[in-house]
C-alpha cells in the first residue's frame, strides 16, 4: 500500500507540474481510495479488537447466574454478544447490593473505575461499600476500561 501511495502521489506531482490539473486531481483521488482501503483492511480490524466488548460478552456465558450491569453507560452490545435478552442495569451502589443479597448466583458487570471511584455525591466507592463479602475478578479490556465482574460466589476455575 505504501508503495502504491508513493508512487501515485509522484505521477500526481509530475501532472500538476506539467500543467496537466485534472489528471493530478484524478491521481490525488486514487491515492486517497487506496490510502482508505488501507486503513480499512489492516488498521480498522485491530482497532475493534480492541474496543469490541465481544470476549467480555461471552464470558458472561461461562459464569453462572443472574447478571445486572452497573453503570448505566454500558451498550447492548454485552447483550448481543452474550445472547442474552435482557441485563439489567443498575443505576447506584446501593442496587448493586441488593443485587448480590438476592438469593442465588448473582453476577454484576461493570469497569475496574465504577468499582473503586466513588460515584458523584457519594462519600464511599463500590468497592468500599461490598467490602470483602463479594469477590471481583478481572474479566477483561474493553477499549481503555479494565472490566470486572462481581459476584456473590466464588469464581468459577
Not at 58 to 69: D, T
Amino acid at each position: 500500500f505504501a508503495v502504491a501511495l508513493f508512487l501515485l502521489g509522484r505521477k500526481g506531482i509530475r501532472a500538476a507540474r506539467e500543467g496537466l490539473l485534472p489528471r493530478a486531481a484524478g491521481f490525488l483521488a486514487l491515492q486517497v481510495t487506496v490510502f482508505l482501503l488501507a486503513y480499512d483492511l489492516l488498521l480498522v480490524p485491530k482497532i475493534d479488537e480492541f474496543k469490541s466488548p465481544r470476549p467480555v460478552a461471552e464470558a458472561l456465558n461461562r459464569w453462572p447466574g443472574e447478571v445486572a450491569a452497573y453503570p448505566a453507560h454500558f451498550s447492548g452490545a454485552y447483550n448481543l454478544y452474550s445472547g442474552r435478552l435482557r441485563i439489567p442495569v443498575l443505576d447506584t451502589p446501593e442496587e448493586v447490593l441488593s443485587h448480590l443479597a438476592a438469593p442465588g448466583e448473582r453476577l454484576v458487570l461493570t469497569s475496574q473505575e465504577s468499582f473503586e471511584r466513588p460515584p458523584r455525591g457519594k462519600a464511599r466507592s463500590l468497592k468500599e461499600m461490598l467490602g470483602d463479602r463479594y469477590p471481583a475478578t478481572a474479566i477483561g479490556q474493553v477499549g481503555h476500561r479494565e472490566m470486572v465482574f462481581l459476584t456473590n460466589y466464588a469464581p468459577p476455575p
